[in-house]
């Protein structure tokens, strides 16, 4: 079982930004590296993915305001989330996989490991 423990969640104003971070603790060998959220009323779904060749996947909406990238620790994965809109409140959970298949598509159940989640909530 790996420990996995979001931080960096917080409330801002629209237009501002954070940055996510899920230190693996150590851990490395993980095939597929993702960040999801869940918003008010809506089911969890996937808002970055990368896999271990680099490749990355955004939901739509997020697209050229977020960016997942590996941290100072070769297995870490932040997400930096700039241009923040309301509609980007939820709580956000980092998860790993190993299972085959594409990173990007893969179901959440799917997923191996999860953290608790961090809230993000976005004022207008």
């Known amino acids: 079982r790996v420990p996995l423990v979001e931080f960096g969640g917080g409330s801002v104003e629209a237009g501002g930004s954070l940055t996510l971070y899920c230190p693996t603790q150590?851990?490395?060998?993980?095939?597929?590296s993702g960040w999801f959220r869940r918003g008010p009323g809506k089911e969890r779904g996937k808002v970055a993915t990368?896999?271990?060749?680099?490749?990355?996947t955004y939901e739509d909406s997020v697209k050229g305001r977020f960016t997942i990238s590996q941290a100072h620790a070769k297995g870490d994965r932040n997400l930096q989330m700039n241009h923040l809109q309301p509609e980007d409140t939820g709580m956000y959970y980092c998860?790993?996989?190993?299972?085959?298949?594409?990173?990007?598509?893969?179901?959440?159940?799917?997923?191996?490991?999860w953290g608790q989640g961090t809230q993000v909530t976005v004022s207008s």
């Open positions: 990368v896999d271990d060749s680099g490749y990355s």
């Open positions: 150590g851990y490395e060998k993980f095939r597929c």
């Open positions: 998860a790993y996989g190993v299972f085959l298949g594409d990173c990007g598509t893969t179901a959440p159940s799917r997923w191996d490991y």
